[in-house]
């Protein structure tokens, strides 16, 4: 099992930053491709960015391309997503997701683990 405990998320203004953080325990990083998911009020979750298990490879929704990074710090077993030039569609609750594939990201397949999830609100 992995547990994975997502921080960061806040208030901020349109064209802010914010950095979220997801805290992995249980097992190694390592051994998962790692992204985030986000949900907001009365729609779908929808996927955000993933990066595979170095860190060398990364996919992102076209919704944030540009905007957001995702990255990954193994010895920390530690994923970031900092996020950028902030609008306020980009409000919802952000989730950490831990998965032994790279692939399918962006479909609707299910995932192995998933965190609690983080609010972001931005203001216009």
């Known amino acids: 099992q992995v547990q994975l405990v997502e921080t960061g998320g806040g208030l901020v203004q349109a064209g802010g930053s914010l950095r979220l953080s997801c805290a992995a325990s249980?097992?190694?990083?390592?051994?998962?491709?790692m992204g985030w998911f986000r949900q907001a009020p009365g729609k779908e979750r929808e996927f955000v960015a993933a990066?595979?298990?170095?860190?060398?490879?990364?996919y992102d929704a076209d919704s944030v391309k540009g905007r957001f990074t995702i990255s990954r710090d193994n010895a920390k077993n530690t994923v970031y997503l900092q996020m950028n030039s902030l609008k306020p569609e980009d409000t919802a609750v952000y989730y950490c997701?831990?998965?032994?594939?790279?692939?399918?990201w962006g479909t609707g397949r299910r995932f192995d683990f998933w965190g609690q999830g983080t609010q972001v609100t931005v203001s216009s």
């Open positions: 249980g097992r190694p990083i390592s051994s998962y491709a």
């Open positions: 997701i831990a998965d032994g594939s790279f692939t399918g």
């Open positions: 990066i595979d298990w170095s860190g060398g490879r990364t």
